[in-house]
């Protein structure tokens, strides 16, 4: 028995944050969103997808943003990322060196921390 790989990853957001979880998740990572199930769309959120990276955006009731809990992405030309990402408001934290990284910070709208690595 042994653990393959992470299918996808789920963060919160309150209710009736789709359109700025698209905005950000769409316009400004540039992933795609996926239909989710019909048994679970009833329940808010929206999914998005680019290749192997599956990010689950759901609804919760009481919701309070990871600040310190994260999602890693590998990116390629970091610097425009997060470029993209302060045009749009987004809170961000400018990139350092991190082993062979350059590391950086991006909150989506609602608070919740995403790690940035570019190789250096």
């Known amino acids: 028995m042994s653990i393959e790989r992470i299918d996808h990853a789920q963060l919160a957001m309150p209710k009736g944050g789709e359109d700025q ?6 316009d400004v ?3 795609t969103e996926v239909p989710k199930p019909a048994e679970l769309a009833t ?7 680019n290749g192997s990276v ?3 955006i759901g609804v919760e009731d009481d919701f309070r943003s990871a ?4 999602v890693a992405l590998v990116v390629t030309d970091l610097d425009a990322l997060l470029a993209r990402a302060r045009t749009a408001g ?6 350092a060196p991190f082993q062979s990284w350059r590391q950086a910070y991006v ?13 250096a």
């Open 21 to 26: 979880a698209r905005g950000f998740y769409a």
């Open 43 to 49: 329940r808010g959120g929206c999914w998005f997808e």
């Open 29 to 31: 990572l540039g992933l």
């Open 90 to 95: 987004c809170e961000t934290v400018d990139p």
């Open 54 to 56: 599956k990010l689950h």
């Open 107 to 119: 909150y989506d709208p609602f608070g919740n921390r995403l790690e940035l690595l570019e190789a």
């Open 67 to 70: 600040r310190k809990a994260h």
